[in-house]
């Protein structure tokens, strides 16, 4: 994970978590002190690991941990009171959100950044192959719009236009999107 923010108004709790992060889980850390200078920063940044410690002066915390997670990528971890962590835990769980109670154990947050690091990674290989494979549907789509107007303007058959795109992709060494968007080029005009 590249970048995280530390949400909290307790220098003490801030000292801490900015220690047990930076060392092996972030490159840069950012640190608001209000709910509303986070969620300022999340729109700005793209942010790997939001840490809020609440409460905050502004709001509880929970709302922008919902908000954090429900933004994409980000991986939230939301330092509650220990009686009202299994409630807010609750409601939360389904976001993706990791609650954690106080007093806040060393080796529990180390742990549940650890976890969150492999999330994180796991994620971005999903994305990459999402990407991929989004790319490759449109290149698809592109090339059968591109047979229907070979089909319908030069009263080719299916098979016809499909070899036609294939000789074309072969001959030009280009790819057949390539050859598609050439044809979508000149009949679609």
Do not use: W
């Not at 954690?100 to 290989?125: D, G």
């Not at 009263?155 to 999107?177: C, G, P, S, W």
């Amino acid at each position: 994970m590249e970048n995280a923010v530390i949400v909290s108004n307790a220098e003490s709790s801030t000292a801490f978590l900015h220690d047990l992060i930076k060392p092996e889980f972030c490159a840069s850390i950012n640190v608001c002190e209000s709910c509303a200078a986070a969620r300022e920063l999340l729109a700005k940044q793209t942010i790997d690991l939001c840490v809020i410690n609440a409460p905050l002066s502004d709001e509880g915390g929970d709302r922008l941990a919902r908000e954090a997670a429900e933004s994409g990528r980000c991986q939230v971890v939301l330092i509650v009171k220990a009686e009202t962590a299994e409630q807010i835990s609750a409601t939360l769980e389904d976001q993706g959100v990791i609650t954690v109670s106080k007093p806040m154990r060393r080796e529990t947050l180390y742990t549940a950044f650890k976890f969150l690091c492999v999330i994180n990674k796991k994620m971005q290989r999903l994305m990459t192959e999402n990407s991929r494979l989004t790319k490759k549907l449109d290149d698809i789509r592109m090339t059968a719009r591109a047979k229907l107007v070979l089909i319908s303007h030069l009263n080719m058959t299916e098979a016809e236009a499909h070899r036609y795109i294939e000789k074309q992709a072969m001959d030009l060494r280009v790819t057949r999107r390539v050859v598609a968007e050439g044809i979508l080029k000149t009949y679609e005009m």
